[in-house]
């Protein structure tokens, strides 16, 4: 078990580029999450994915913002156009399933600093 | 809508003393109630959890108890360490059938322990 991880780690981008990042969940768990934590808050979710479906998005998640999990694996968040106020801690979570005893194994995050 | 609140830091304790961070949460169900910790440079761990009222969740000396009386699930030590410098998250998670699974956290608590 490797854990959850992120690539890269650190990014920094000037304002109106687009970004990518990548997210490698723990193998065998079905359930995916997308979380933003910006300086001094707690995380805030963003959207989820169940195997390769997109179950849901926060309303933090703009027209800008984009997520994959092709093939149910890894999974990709694309942010188009960045704007400073995209400037966070992006984290990746994965969990087995949603309820139950099952947790949320986070990996380290990417922080994004628009310039 | 669902949400956690937890006390303002940042809280400086001397070594060995007794820790108690508060959080309070409300819920339109019977949710599930854990303490994350970020360590400095590090990703978020899952520190303890508690699934239904009135158990407890016990972890490294740690203990918080999921009181559905009064919507709380107060995180605490008796004897701190410097080790446990960090950032404490409470957080809750939805349960009910067809929820998102994913977690609503506090804004977070800085532990800082002073040798």
């Known amino acids: 078990d490797t854990g959850v991880s992120q690539d890269p780690r650190h990014k920094i981008t000037k304002r109106g580029q687009n970004v990518t990042f990548r997210c490698d969940p723990i193998?065998?768990?079905?359930?995916l999450y997308w979380y933003r934590q910006t300086l001094g808050q707690g995380p805030e979710f963003l959207t989820y994915?169940?195997?390769?479906?997109?179950?849901?998005k926060s309303r933090l998640l703009s027209d800008r913002f984009s997520a994959e999990r092709p093939k149910g694996s890894f999974s990709t968040l694309e942010i188009q156009r960045t704007e400073q106020g995209d400037s966070a801690m992006y984290l990746c979570?994965?969990?087995?399933?949603?309820?139950?005893?099952?947790?949320?194994?986070f990996g380290p995050g990417t922080r994004l600093t628009v310039t | 809508g669902d949400s956690v609140t937890q006390m303002e830091g940042p809280v400086t304790l001397s070594e060995e003393a007794f820790l108690t961070i508060n959080c309070t949460y409300t819920?339109?169900?019977?949710?599930?109630l854990f303490w994350y910790v970020q360590y400095p440079g590090e990703g978020l761990q899952l520190l303890l959890k508690?699934?239904?009222?009135?158990d407890k969740g016990s972890n490294k000396g740690f203990e918080a108890t999921y009181r559905k009386e009064t919507t709380s699930f107060h995180l605490e030590k008796g004897s701190v360490q410097v080790s446990d410098s960090a950032v404490y998250f409470c957080a809750l998670r939805e349960n009910y059938g067809g929820s998102q699974g994913n977690l609503i956290f506090g804004k977070g608590t800085k532990l800082s322990v002073k040798p």
């Open positions: 819920a339109t169900g019977y949710p599930s």
């Open positions: 979570a994965s969990s087995l399933s949603a309820g139950g005893s099952n947790e949320q194994y």
């Open positions: 994915f169940q195997n390769e479906a997109q179950l849901e």
């Open positions: 193998s065998e768990h079905n359930r």
């Open positions: 508690a699934t239904k009222a009135d």
